[in-house]
């Protein structure tokens, strides 16, 4: 079964503090996504890369940065987390052909910043 | 980016009941999905329809790209169908834009 695997489903971290939220995908896709979910406002596309090391802003960049060294995984990284990106955040991978479109969400990883 | 809206935000049913969601979109798409957010918040992809029509079970879904708007229909809904109903779409560029979501309560 092919998947997206996010390193944690819950975390909860002080204001100030560096931190990574991991995603890695076993299917060999080109493109990887970093996107938040809050209540109301549906998805909001953070980063996404269409191969490695390369990597382009979404719709709301501002307080993240991503790196991605290998084709399988893609982090998001919070270089100095603040309560308004207390959210759930959700990795996705996708690809394309002539006939189809696929895209693939881990389970989320609910963040908390106190 | 692409603006989406999707009607109604709240929709509660009784199982066994027929439902209709709309998405609406600002321009032209290369590409519309639909995706349905269990209670646990898992995503799932259900259709890939950037025009035309297609059936999986109980769900089916409609595109017309001229008119710049999807359908999804919940046929015999059950209470497994509960969730959030997304409708995403993207130009030429892979970026998805996502509309609010439909929250779907199925009571049994």
């Known amino acids: 079964d092919v998947k997206v695997t996010q390193s944690s489903r819950y975390l909860v971290k002080r204001t100030g503090e560096k931190v990574f939220l991991e995603c890695v995908q076993d299917?060999?896709?080109?493109?990887m996504f970093w996107y938040r979910q809050d209540p109301g406002l549906g998805l909001r596309l953070i980063y996404f890369?269409?191969?490695?090391?390369?990597?382009e802003k979404g719709d709301i960049p501002e307080g993240y940065s991503v790196s991605r060294e290998k084709k399988e995984r893609f982090s998001l990284i919070l270089e100095s987390a603040s309560t308004n990106q207390t959210s759930m955040y959700l990795c996705?991978?996708?690809?394309?052909?002539?006939?189809?479109?696929?895209?693939?969400f881990g389970s989320g990883t609910r963040l908390t910043v106190v | 980016g692409i603006q989406v809206e999707q009607s109604p935000p709240d929709l509660i049913l009784q199982e066994g009941a027929n439902s209709t969601l709309r998405c609406n979109f600002s321009?032209?798409?290369?590409?519309l999905q639909w995706f349905h957010q269990n209670p646990w918040g898992q995503l799932i992809n259900l259709f890939y329809?950037?025009?035309g029509t297609k059936q999986n079970g109980r769900l089916s879904a409609t595109t017309v790209a001229t008119e710049r708007y999807s359908l999804l229909y919940i046929s015999s809904s059950q209470t497994t169908d509960s969730g959030v109903y997304f409708c995403?779409?993207?130009?030429?560029?892979?970026?998805?834009?996502f509309g609010a979501g439909t929250t779907v309560t199925v009571r049994a």
């Open positions: 996705a991978s996708s690809f394309r052909d002539n006939l189809n479109y696929g895209y693939t």
């Open positions: 299917m060999d896709h080109e493109n």
């Open positions: 890369s269409y191969d490695v090391k390369m990597k």
């Open positions: 321009d032209s798409v290369n590409n």
């Open positions: 329809i950037p025009s």
């Open positions: 995403a779409v993207d130009g030429d560029d892979y970026k998805l834009s």
